[in-house]
């Protein structure tokens, strides 16, 4: 049985909550703020201040690696990327990968 789209945002943001509280950051709140047909968007409030996770298709998980090599290369207004993955569904329709970013 495949999984569906509201167990992966439960697993996103348990993934985001689990990144957390490995640094021993405190989790306050979290909501949904963007959504389209190729990834969703959660505000993660902190006591650390405010992150962004992402949730895309494997196959659109360039953006990490982007935002990286812009940032290293004097590009100013990047998001920091401080942490992502990939998750496996056995499904390439419901394998996703998510970013926490740093605004």
């Given at each position: 049985?495949?999984?569906n789209?509201?167990?992966?945002?439960?697993?996103a943001i348990?993934?985001?909550?689990?990144y957390f509280?490995?640094k021993?950051?405190?989790?306050?709140?979290?909501?949904?703020?963007?959504?389209t047909s190729?990834?969703?968007?959660?505000?993660?409030?902190?006591?650390?201040?405010?992150?962004?996770?992402?949730?895309?298709?494997?196959?659109?998980?360039?953006e990490?690696k982007?935002?990286?090599?812009?940032?290293?290369?004097?590009c100013?207004?990047?998001p920091?990327?401080?942490?992502y993955?990939?998750?496996?569904?056995?499904?390439?329709?419901?394998?996703?990968?998510?970013?926490?970013?740093?605004?």
């Amino acid at each position: 049985m495949e999984p569906n789209r509201v167990d992966l945002s439960k697993q996103a943001i348990a993934w985001g909550i689990d990144y957390f509280n490995s640094k021993r950051i405190k989790v306050s709140n979290y909501e949904k703020v963007a959504h389209t047909s190729y990834s969703s968007v959660h505000q993660i409030q902190t006591e650390k201040g405010v992150f962004y996770l992402k949730q895309t298709p494997i196959a659109l998980f360039s953006e990490p690696k982007m935002l990286t090599y812009l940032a290293d290369h004097g590009c100013r207004n990047i998001p920091k990327v401080i942490a992502y993955t990939t998750f496996d569904c056995s499904s390439s329709i419901f394998s996703f990968s998510l970013s926490i970013f740093e605004t």
